[in-house]
Each structure stands twice: as C-alpha cells, then as structure tokens.
C-alpha cells in the first residue's frame, strides 16, 4: 500500500523560512505528479504548488515565494517556503493523483495527513 508522510511542519515568525518534504513509501514503480495542498481554518483546500516532471506549477499567492522540487531516486518531494506570511497558517498536505506500483496496478487520490504550518509572531 502507498503511503505518503509529510514533515517539517512548525512555528515560525512572519519572513521566516520552513522546508516541507513529503517521502512516498510502498511498492512503487513511478510517480508522475506530485504536489502541495494547504488548508486553513473555515477555508477550502486549496492548490500551493505541483511538479511533473520538470514543469512547476504554483498559485498566484505563493509565486516568488515558495519552490517546488522533487529526487524521484528517493521518492521525495520537497516544498521550500520563504518569506512566509501569516496567511500561510494551514495545514500542508502532499498530495500525488496517480502511483504507478510494482504490480503494474495504479492507486489514485492520494493523500498524505499534513503538517501544521503557523506563521506568527
């Protein structure tokens, strides 16, 4: 069974830096997307960054300010988040539509179970 854990969640002051990373563990033969998704109190889930292959893609709020990457030898991807605003409180969630396994099967919607992300002073 695939699985998807985050880390590197935590407090941080207004401007500071955090690095997310998500490791994706199972019998896996390839990943195409991977991304990151937040979540905030009384808000919808919504789209931070994704990365297929070497094409990135971000929302409008975090453009210049966050970078997505990814080492597909270690299943990983990683969301490195400067200049950080409080507006960036939520909940971070990996997320991959599609994971090809060993078995040839694939397993859809997949979802990791967050990192908390605050940024206060």
């Known amino acids: 069974q695939v699985q998807l854990v985050e880390s590197g969640g935590g407090l941080v002051q207004p401007g500071g830096s955090l690095r997310l990373s998500c490791v994706a563990s199972?019998?896996?033969?390839?990943?195409?997307?991977m991304g990151w998704y937040r979540q905030a109190p009384g808000k919808q889930r919504e789209l931070v960054a994704s990365?297929?292959?070497?094409?990135?893609n971000y929302a409008d709020s975090v453009k210049g300010r966050f970078t997505i990457s990814r080492d597909n030898a270690k299943k990983t991807v990683y969301l490195q988040m400067n200049n950080l605003k409080p507006e960036d409180t939520a909940v971070y969630h990996c997320?991959?539509?599609?994971?090809?396994?060993?078995?040839?099967?694939?397993?859809?919607?997949?979802w990791g179970q967050g990192t908390q992300v605050t940024v206060s002073s």
């Open positions: 199972g019998s896996i033969l390839s990943i195409a997307t």
């Open positions: 990365i297929t292959g070497g094409m990135t």
């Open positions: 997320y991959s539509p599609r994971i090809v396994t060993m078995r040839g099967t694939s397993e859809y919607d997949n």
